[in-house]
Every structure is written in C-alpha cells, then in structure tokens.
C-alpha cells in the first residue's frame, strides 16, 4: 500500500515537473516572438527614417540650388531691364520705394497698410537699420516685399570715399540681410546710392562705382517721382503737391519716399497716394516683377 501512494507521488512530482518545462518552453517561446517582432519594428523604423532623412536632404539641395540660381548676379539683359525701368510704355505701373529703414515708429505702420491694400513694395534698406530692426526686415521679406540695398553708414563722407568703400557698405548691408530673414543664399541685387546715382561733389566716385557694381551684377536704382519726405516737405500738404508734380505724365513710375523713424507724415499720406493711383490705372508693382526670377 505503502509502496503505490510512494508511486503516485513520484509520478505526480513528475507530471509537475513536465508541466513546469513546458510552460518555461512556451514562456521562450513568446519571449522569442515578440523580441523578432521587435526587430523588424526597429528595422523598419530605421529605415523610415533613413528614407525621411534622405528626403529632407534631398529637399534642401533642391532649394539651395534655387536659392543660388534666384540670387545669382544679374545678367546682362537683367541689369538692363533695370536701366530701363522708366522707359516701359505697355500699361501703367507704379513702383513704391521706401528708404532708409526700417524703423520701429513708421515701417510698421506701412507694413499693415501695404497688407490691407494687397500692395508688394520695394524696401532699399540701411544696415544700420537693419542691424538695429532685424526682425522688420524678416517681416518686409515674409510679406513679399524687395529687400533691396541702401548702404551700410549713409554717410557721403564714407561712403563716397572711394568706389570699393561703395561695394562694401553694399556687401556689409548685404550681410546683415542675409542674417535677418535667416538665408544664407540672399542677395538684394538693386542698390540706390544714398543721395542718388549722380550730380554732386562725389559724381564722379557715383559712376566709377556704378561701373564697379555692374560688374558684380548689382544694378543701382533711382527714381523718377517723389514725395520730398526727406527733403523739407514737412507737411501732409507739400507731400502730396509734390507726389502730384512728379508723377505727371509717366507710364512707369519709381517713387521715392522714406520709412525712416521720423516719417510718419509718409505713412499718413500713402492712402491718398494709393488711391489715386488706383483710380487712375496704375499696377503695383516690385522689383521681382522687373528681375524676373
Ligand atoms: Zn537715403
């Protein structure tokens, strides 16, 4: 009797144990499953992301390339659509130019109205300002606006000390551009020569260094209409007297006007300026419609 209960323990101990390895079995088993599982999860996503990072790669060499062709010197037939800016007789069209800015007290200002009316301007900015507001210019550009070059210093003196002083301040501002709206590849292209591109004490520096720009494929841009905002027209009046004298007769015009700390009378006659040249026909228009890219 003894010896059969003995028996059954031993087999059930047995049966115990068989089952104990089984379940370890089946518990590798699983284990095994999910760490292949895992694996090929992990392989998978590696090379999801491999292919991601191929594709944003891919992308910006893309957009490097274009940013490099976009902001090439001007050829030849450019800079010469440029020179002949006024001369265009197809249809009516008015360029808005502001100068020596931006500044926290107008450009704003001037930003918002452009926005509201739809209008893309042409911006010739100063390093100096640029260096001191560099998130307007971010702005300017965002809104589709020309970031073109005004100078670093405006100061004639410096400036026009010698031609190379010229396409320093123009490389200097371009720098700052460059740095403010986070694009290396940035080039403003049109340069304006702060007092103009000729007459003076220093016409012949002007035309030496005009030569010199060309060369680089830089264009330099004046006017043909302007406000006198910068040149004793300190009244809402006198401004608009002189926007009505110069604007006379002209298919394409350029007009000069300024964006510069103290110009608030600018911004406050530019609604009237709009509108008349709306009613009266005239495109807005910028310099990437003239350049082309
Ligand atoms: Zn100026």
């Known amino acids: ?10 087999l059930n101990k047995t049966k115990v144990a068989l089952v104990i390895l089984m ?14 599982v895992n694996a090929y999860k992990i392989g998978r996503s590696v090379n999801d992301y491999n292919l991601w990072i191929n594709k944003i790669n891919e992308e910006n060499e893309i957009k490097e390339e274009k ?3 976009k902001y090439a010197p001007l050829s030849e037939e450019e800079l010469t659509n440029i020179n002949n800016i006024y001369k265009h007789q197809d249809n009516k069209r008015v360029f808005l130019t502001f100068d020596d800015g931006p500044s926290t007290s107008v450009t704003p200002y001037i930003l918002d109205l452009l926005k509201q009316e739809n209008i893309k301007a042409t911006f010739f900015v100063l390093g100096t300002k640029v260096e001191a507001n560099p998130n307007l210019v971010k702005r300017e550009f965002e809104e589709g606006h020309y970031i073109a070059n005004h100078g670093y210093s405006h100061r004639y003196d410096d400036i026009y000390a010698s031609t190379q002083n010229v396409l320093d301040e123009y490389n200097k501002t371009n720098e700052l551009i460059k740095k403010a709206i986070g694009n290396n590849n940035y080039n403003s292209l ?7 591109s000729s007459g003076g004490k220093y016409h012949d520096v002007k035309q030496q260094a005009k030569e010199l720009l060309k060369q ?9 209409a302007l406000t006198n905002d910068a040149a004793g027209a300190n009244t809402k009046e006198k401004i608009m007297e002189n926007f009505y004298n110069t604007i006379q007769n002209k298919t394409s015009i350029v007009i000069l006007m300024h964006d510069a700390q103290d110009k608030i009378l600018t911004y406050e006659c530019l609604p009237e300026i709009i509108s008349y040249l709306r009613n009266n026909g005239y495109e807005f228009k910028n310099l990437y419609d003239v350049i082309g890219r």
């Open 1 to 10: 009797m003894n010896d059969l209960i003995t028996h059954n323990r031993k």
């Open 23 to 36: 379940a370890i079995l089946l518990i590798l088993i699983v284990i095994t499953i999910i760490k292949i």
């Open 67 to 69: 940013d490099k062709q």
């Open 190 to 196: 049109v340069f304006r020569f702060p007092g103009g």
């Open 216 to 224: 680089n494929g830089i264009a330099s841009l004046d006017w043909n």
